[in-house]
Each structure stands twice: as C-alpha cells, then as structure tokens.
C-alpha cells in the first residue's frame, strides 16, 4: 500500500492555487477604474469591493493596488514612445542580399549566412540574425537537404509486398550467386572550384519550400542540377568483382538511347560478371530502362532483369558506392586542394575514383542485402538506414 504524503499533496494544492490566482490577477483596465471610483467617490472599501460576485476572484492585493490608483491615470503604450533602434539594413540593402542569394546558389549551389554577407558588401556590424530575418521575409527556410524521395501509402504497400515476395520465393544467395552485376546511372555536378565548394554546408541548406518541385525529371540527366554542369555515369558493379562498369553518358538519357547502350555494353558486362551464364541483372524503374525499345535490346542479347520498386535505393547497393564516391571526390579536394578543375578535368577523376573503388566494401554492401530486406519488413514497407 502506497503511504499518501500530505505534506506534498498541500504544497501541490497551495502551487495550483497560487498558479490559478497569478492568472486570474491580470486585472482589465476597465475593472482597475471602476475600482477607483468605486473606492475614491463612493467610499467603498476592499472588503466591499470583494462581496461583489463579479470582483470575488481577485485577491486583497490586488484590490487594494487598483482602487488606490489616480483616476487621471493613462496607459502609455510604450511601442509608440519607443519604436527601437534604426534598422541596419536598408530597403536597397535587402534586395542586394537577395540578388546576391540567386548568383551563390546558381555558382555554388548551397551557402552561408557569413559567406552571403560578404558577397552582399554588408557590414561586419550586422549581426547573422538580421540576415537570416531578411532570408525568412523572403521565404527562406533553413532546412535538411532533399536526398530522397517521399513514400506514398502505396510505395510502402509495394516496397513490403516485394520484400516478403523476396524472402518467400528466393535463396538467400540471390544477391550474391544470382545476379550478375548491379546497374544504375549518376550524376556528378562539376564545379571550377571544389575545394571552396567541399566547405559548403551539407546537410542543411536555405531554400523555399517549392524549391526543386518545377524540376522533377522523368529520365536521368534531364536538367544539370544545382549550380553546375553534370557528367552523367552509367555505373555497374558486381559480386567479388568490384566496379566493372564506368561509363560517361552526355545529354538526356531516354529509350533508345539505354538500348543503344544495353547492345554495346551488356554482352561484355556479363562476361565480367560474376554470374556470365544467369544474365540476371538489378535495376530501379527507371522509364528509360523499361521502355519497349529497352526492353527489345535486352531479349536480343539474352537479358533478364531484376527490378526493384521505385523510390527504393535502399534495395540497390550501387546507392551506397555513389554516396561514398562523392564524398571521397570532396575528401579528395580538401586534401589535395583543388582550387580550379576543368570540366573534363572532374570527369577524368570520377572516373577514376569510381574504377578504383575497392572491391571487398562492394562485397560487404551486397552481403547486407538480406538483412535489409527483413528490416524493410520488420518497418512494413517504411525506409532503412541503409
């Protein structure tokens, strides 16, 4: 049996009843007048004052602190008499700030308060605050950066169908026996100076809410991302044979051109594979590599597709080695202190850091496939960490 502790059940009672009073001493101005006359020309008393049932809630205190009060006396609203210190920032300065917004995310693609003070001429005095105010009016908000997509009902619906699809009707040594490689393409935005560009925050950036919607693609390599040009890779890796497959793509990637490809590159792919007799590769749903011309080159050259759902690079593990090359392509240029690239210059290196991306850690992403799929299970169809 609990013992009842009354010393804390009336320091409880005595904090609510204090609480409840503060609340209710908030007297309006009317009532603090009617309470000086009432008190000043009628000769009424606090006592008087507090019988009426209207006045019952307000303490002794407060009565008395009212009704004493001159019945000449005004309320100064002190916002009039005090409107603050002058602004900082002028109306041409706030529209500098903005225009100098628009030239750092075209040429850099993200920034920084401090850095956009200095590109806007903007003083030292001014603090960041008032430059982040100046971003909020406009629209801004400094938000995580968009890397995936938003799962609908019926993408989780698909991603969990096919996980359990996965575990029910296949071997456990798919991702690693059956498959011959793993395909996908990328894009890599090339900037004329890395080093400045890899110093750049990441994981937050200031944007509008709508930024990114009126760019939405239907096909890789449709417009040239943010503040730079793209090189576009069509990448494939497989089993215990690490990257077999770097190849550069220019323009927008539709049908024809992804079956030109599949005829060129695939026989030779299989041949390089881990598994050249299956002819079962991985792919995302992309249109262009679902398109009836695609789908003709691959019956010609004895294909067989593995599809997995859209919206779904936690089920390619080729996601994984883009991610990790691009954060080794600004590893490389802090380190090595590129300050100015050409454009064939960048792809030369992402090509080669692409090549030589070690074979034993591709090895180790496929093997976590299993694993993966049972956590998208475990989450009904929502995202891994992966």
Not at 66 to 95: C, E, F, Q, Y
Not at 294 to 316: C, H, T, W, Y
């Amino acid at each position: 049996m609990v013992k009842r502790n009354d010393n804390s059940l009336g320091a409880l009672h005595t904090n609510i009843v204090m609480a409840s009073k503060k609340v209710a001493n908030r007297v309006p101005l009317e009532v603090s007048i009617h309470w000086r006359y009432l008190h000043q020309d009628g000769r009424k008393t606090w006592k008087d004052i507090s019988h009426m049932k209207k006045y019952s809630k307000y303490s002794k205190a407060t009565i008395c602190r009212h009704m004493k009060k001159s019945i000449g006396d005004t309320v100064i609203d002190k916002r009039v008499s005090n409107k603050g210190r002058p602004a900082k920032l002028t109306s041409r300065d706030k529209r500098n700030i903005l225009r100098q917004v628009e030239i750092l995310r075209r040429d850099y693609g993200y920034f920084t308060v401090r850095r956009l003070k200095v590109f806007a001429g903007v003083s030292a005095e001014v603090s960041d605050e008032t430059i982040r105010r100046v971003l909020r009016a406009a629209g801004f908000k400094y938000t995580h950066s968009r890397k995936k997509g938003v799962l609908s009902r019926k993408d989780l619906q698909l991603r969990y169908k096919f996980a359990k699809k996965v575990r029910r009707l296949l071997s456990p040594t798919v991702w690693t026996e059956g498959l011959a490689f793993y395909l996908d393409g990328v894009g890599f935005t090339h900037k004329y100076n890395p080093h400045d560009q890899a110093l750049a925050p990441r994981t937050m950036a200031w944007r509008k809410p709508a930024d990114g919607l009126s760019f939405q693609q239907t096909a890789k390599g449709s417009h040239e991302g943010s503040g730079g040009r793209v090189a576009n890779f069509f990448v494939a890796i497989a089993y215990q044979k690490g990257v077999i497959l770097a190849e550069q793509y220019e323009g927008q990637l539709n049908g024809k051109r992804f079956a030109e490809f599949v005829r060129e590159q695939f026989p030779a792919l299989f041949e390089r594979s881990s598994n050249a007799r299956g002819k079962l590769f991985l792919q995302d749903g992309d249109p262009s590599q679902n398109s009836r011309k695609a789908q003709e080159a691959m019956r010609q050259v004895g294909a067989r597709k593995f599809s997995i759902p859209a919206r779904s690079p936690d089920l390619n593990p080729v996601e994984n080695v883009f991610h990790n090359v691009k954060s080794q392509l600004q590893d490389d240029a802090l380190n090595k202190k590129i300050t100015h690239e050409t454009y064939s210059q960048f792809c030369e290196r992402v090509k080669k850091t692409l090549l030589s991306y070690p074979a034993d850690i591709i090895d180790r992403t496929i093997q976590s496939m299993n694993r993966r799929v049972e956590m998208i299970i475990e989450r009904k169809g929502q995202r891994i960490k992966y």
